[in-house]
């Protein structure tokens, strides 16, 4: 089983020359985060570049996921367009995120919390301040606005946990 708790790293690894355009944004992002605290002028220049492909791998993919995001290692998009995270969500290790996904705030709201190894269907929306445990489903296109506990799968309008 796909630990919840152990970033597997491999699965955001990118062959060098090979197009994934996901896996450049992707890498993009954990390189500003390696270096965001360094103030040292070799440090800054490395963050700059990485500003500049996120930028570019952004406009590439269509995600809009932040360079200040809180996403643990071994994250999958395997069809990045669309995917749209609130800087504030939290999401676990090895999760697996399709296109279109939402992760954001409503009115008022804090942003979800997302466990590890959550897959998350395409077109799905995961909004305010809940929480998805560990090993959960999020169903395509599904609207969830309550908590979803380990292991389970959430699926419609408004999600029902099934
Ligand atoms: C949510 C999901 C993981 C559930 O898979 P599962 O555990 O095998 O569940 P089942 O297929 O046995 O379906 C269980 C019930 O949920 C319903 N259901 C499943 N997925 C649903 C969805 N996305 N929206 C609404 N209902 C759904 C089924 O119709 C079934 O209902 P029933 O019991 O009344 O017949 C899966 O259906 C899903 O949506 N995966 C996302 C896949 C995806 O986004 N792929 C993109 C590839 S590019």
Redesign the pocket.
């Known amino acids: 089983m796909i630990s919840s708790d152990i970033p597997d790293w491999t699965r955001e690894h990118k062959p060098f020359f090979a197009w994934q355009p996901a896996k450049s944004l992707l890498a993009s992002i954990r390189c500003y985060q390696r270096y965001n605290t360094s103030l040292l002028p070799w440090f800054c220049l490395i963050k700059v570049v990485a500003v500049i492909r996120h930028r570019f791998w952004s406009a590439v993919t269509g995600a809009d996921i932040p360079l200040n995001c809180n996403i643990a290692g071994g994250l999958l998009i395997?069809?990045p367009n669309g995917i749209v995270i609130h800087p504030d969500a939290k999401i676990g290790p090895n999760c697996l995120i399709?296109?279109q996904v939402t992760v954001g705030s409503r009115e008022g709201h804090n942003a979800p919390i997302i466990a590890g190894h959550v897959?998350i269907?395409?077109?799905?929306k995961i909004l305010g301040d809940i929480t998805i445990g560990a090993h959960a489903?999020?169903?395509?296109?599904?609207v969830v606005l309550i908590n979803v506990p380990s292991g389970k799968?959430?699926?419609?309008i408004p999600a029902k946990i099934?």
């Open positions: 395997p069809h399709f296109q897959d269907g395409a077109g799905a489903k999020i169903g395509a296109n599904a799968a959430a699926v419609g099934i």
